[in-house]
């Protein structure tokens, strides 16, 4: 069993910066796969991105590429999501997830954290 718990959220405006963090304890982390997804109100929960267990891969939703950093620290059970140039769009509840296999599909990640909001004013 493994939990997760998301912070770094928070309130910007438009083009600033904000850096979540995602830290894991339980299980063994460094065997997951770790995603953060987001959810905004009226929407369906929607991938971001995702590094696998070594960080060998990463992926990003398109719209998200080149603002958007992902990485990891498996010594210190750590993932975190740089996201710099955030617009008004990028507003959402931030939720990071760990699963065995590399997906962008939320029903194939086993463990959640709470979420963070992310709120970017224009």
């Known amino acids: 069993q493994v939990q997760l718990v998301e912070s770094g959220g928070g309130l910007v405006q438009a083009g600033g910066s904000l850096r979540l963090s995602c830290a894991a304890s339980g299980g063994t982390f460094s065997s997951y796969t770790v995603g953060w997804f987001r959810q905004a109100p009226g929407k369906e929960r929607e991938f971001v991105s995702a590094i696998t267990r070594g960080g060998g891969n990463i992926y990003y939703l398109a719209s998200v590429k080149g603002r958007f950093t992902i990485s990891r620290d498996n010594a210190k059970n750590m993932v975190y999501l740089q996201m710099n140039s955030l617009k008004p769009e990028d507003t959402a509840v931030y939720y990071c997830?760990?699963?065995?296999?590399?997906?962008?599909?939320?029903?194939?990640?086993?463990?959640w954290g709470q979420g963070t909001q992310v709120t970017v004013s224009s």
């Open positions: 997830a760990a699963g065995l296999n590399s997906s962008t599909a939320p029903r194939t990640y086993d463990y």
